[in-house]
């Protein structure tokens, strides 16, 4: 059975480019994407994904606020933050919300390391900080 994947933020072409790297691992399978947290908890909720990969800064709902929400409808989905921010405040806060990883969208060639590791339900966090 594939690991699913729900893509989140609010960037269509970050979302597409997101898609095409992990469509490269033929055992990895993106069941939707979101555009928003409110959009990211309806469609965890629906999907039941085992990863969602998310942007922290998004309309209506950001990343940090839809992840405890995430965990609360579907407790075994992983949570990655994506985000562009490299802020250990930020880390701390994603720890605290739920998120079991923590990527810089500036080390995306760091995703398959850490997509593999939610899908073991192991912890990623990656700054420049760190």
């Known amino acids: 059975m594939p690991l ?3 893509v989140v933020d609010d960037e269509k072409n970050v979302r597409s480019a997101l898609a095409r790297l992990l469509s490269s691992h033929s055992e990895w399978k993106i069941v939707g994407e979101a555009n928003d947290g409110v959009e990211a908890v309806a469609k965890t909720r629906d999907l039941k994904p085992d990863v969602v990969i998310m942007d922290v ?3 209506e709902m950001n990343g940090l606020e839809a992840t405890p929400e995430i965990k609360k409808v579907h407790p075994a989905t992983e949570v990655l933050i994506f985000t562009q921010h490299d802020s250990n405040q930020l880390i701390r806060e ?4 739920g998120a079991s990883g923590y990527l810089l969208k500036s080390q ?7 997509v593999e590791a ?3 339900h ?4 990656q700054s420049k900080n760190l």
């Open 4 to 6: 699913t994947i729900l």
């Open 57 to 59: 800064t998004m309309p």
């Open 94 to 97: 994603a720890q605290k919300a």
């Open 108 to 114: 995306a060639h760091w995703l398959a390391a850490a």
């Open 118 to 120: 939610m899908s073991q």
């Open 122 to 125: 192991k912890p990623f966090f």
